[in-house]
């Protein structure tokens, strides 16, 4: 070891990626010890720091060309010694000049006068904080007003962030490409508008409303009417998720889904007031389009709408298999079991997008108009490689059957499937034509009639559901 040039045991040092792997080299002698402190760039640390914040020092005086930390306390109880403060990001952004991406998770020491330390890190990139109770929008502003580099932000639980000013601040710099706000229960659609001109520089937007603690200023007809008289320029968005938010027909949200000419994926969940209108304009203009997510709110889970209702039909799937001929991935999920949803698309909706799009993955949930005849036009799916039935009860054991005839299918994932029973495999079993098959909580179907259906078997059947 002591003979080989110092370039060649940094190329090898550097291919070791697992830390455990890396802790044990850096061990073996003091010349690979010192050169590990000087390549390691990340460390993620939680519950194992006591006492935090000295452990902490020790750890970025070792490594002090880190860029990337994360700090989880996730199952963090008393006993296990005091939580990482503020004194430990104060640490932080004295000992790692470097530092570019920061998360932190479970960090409920954590406050305000932390996150003005952190606005010293100039070179802060990216901040991700999940559950971190004690921080305020007031810890937020300051820190985007000194990271004037920030491009990654994501508020995930955030309880007592109730002012938006960082918001504004953050539409002035135009610098963000990825923002993140999750059950942050103060923040709302209308708020986003304040985002201003960094909505052209969006990639990535994935915005979840708390639906059990709205906040009522949400609505306010101002911030609507808002989002309308101001142009949105989001074309470069490529992820757009949103769930749980009111789509009003021509304002807010619904301004964001007709611009958007870049987008690769969408996820729509529980969103009240989506439209055909909106479905349609956006696969107009999303022509790169890989990926749709859809889950529908019933029409019995919106009684306040049943004489105004907001439905989605199969012109909203025509319009995807017109013009989205990218599109390779498909989820379409219902909210409500028991009752079937008037808004269901109908098996020929379905079907327009797998025969005109190269699907290569199909998720149903709840789906009650995709039946046996849906399995037989699967037959000719040439691109479709991944399928789950989830909760599908209209097929039964004569259409489960045609899986074999399928040409690329791969993988098959069945949940709370109660039309197939042990018999739908027969054509199945001994063709190890599939490499993974997953049957989960389906009452008709036994392991042992599974066995040799598929490379791999997963097999769980927990009942409760049905009670």
Not at 91 to 120: E, H, K, M, N, Q
Not at 191 to 211: H, M, N, P, T, Y
Not at 351 to 375: K, W
């Amino acid at each position: 070891m002591d003979e080989l040039p110092e370039h060649l045991i940094w190329e090898i040092l550097g291919r070791i990626m697992k830390t455990v792997d890396r802790n044990s080299v850096s061990l073996a002698c003091k010349r690979l010890y010192e050169m590990d402190n000087k390549q390691r760039i990340s460390l993620r640390v939680g519950c194992g720091l006591d006492p935090a914040n000295e452990a902490l020092a020790s750890l970025c005086n070792r490594f002090p060309n880190l860029t990337k930390v994360e700090i989880t306390y996730s199952g963090w109880m008393s006993k296990l010694g005091k939580q990482m403060d503020d004194q430990g990001l104060s640490i932080l952004a004295g000992y790692c000049p470097l530092l570019s991406d920061l998360t932190l998770s479970y960090c409920t020491f954590v406050t305000d006068v932390g996150l003005r330390y952190l606005s010293s890190c100039s070179k802060l990139s990216a901040l991700k904080l999940n559950f971190t109770p004690r921080i305020t929008g007031c810890g937020i502003l300051s820190l985007v007003v000194g990271c004037r580099s920030l491009t990654v932000l994501h508020l995930i639980r955030c309880l007592n962030v109730n002012s938006v000013e960082w918001l504004e601040y953050l539409g002035k710099l135009e610098t963000l490409e990825d923002l993140t706000i999750k059950n942050c229960r103060a923040i709302g659609e209308g708020d986003l508008i304040k985002l201003g001109l960094s909505w052209k520089k969006l990639k990535r937007l994935q915005f979840e409303v708390d639906a059990n603690y709205r906040y009522m200023k949400l609505y306010d007809r101002l911030a609507v009417d808002e989002w309308k008289r101001q142009w949105i320029p989001c074309e470069n968005m490529q992820e757009l998720s949103l769930v749980n938010c009111i789509i009003s027909p021509g304002r807010g949200l619904a301004c964001v889904l007709g611009k958007c000419r870049n987008l690769e994926k969408i996820h729509l969940d529980m969103c009240v007031g989506v439209r055909d209108s909106d479905i349609v304009s956006l696969a107009q203009k999303s022509s790169n389009l890989r990926s749709i997510s859809l889950r529908v709110p019933s029409d019995f889970s919106l009684p306040l709408l049943m004489n105004n209702p907001l439905r989605l039909t199969d012109e909203s799937l025509k319009a995807i298999a017109q013009n989205c001929l990218m599109l390779e991935t498909v989820r379409i999920s219902f909210s409500d079991g028991e009752f079937p949803s008037f808004s269901s698309f109908t098996l020929n909706g379905i079907l327009s997008v797998i025969q005109n799009c190269p699907v290569r993955e199909l998720a149903l949930d709840h789906v009650y108009s995709f039946t046996d005849v849906g399995m037989e036009a699967l037959c000719t799916a040439q691109h479709l490689e991944t399928l789950e039935l989830v909760r599908c009860q209209e097929i039964t054991d004569e259409g489960l059957q045609l899986v074999s005839q399928f040409p690329c299918l791969r993988v098959l994932r069945l949940s709370k499937c109660l039309g197939i029973t042990n018999d739908g495999f027969k054509t199945l079993v001994g063709s190890y034509k599939l490499d993974l098959l997953a049957v989960e909580d389906c009452p008709q179907i036994s392991e042992r009639a599974i066995y040799g259906a598929a490379r791999s078997i997963s097999f769980r059947q927990d009942l409760s559901w049905m009670y």
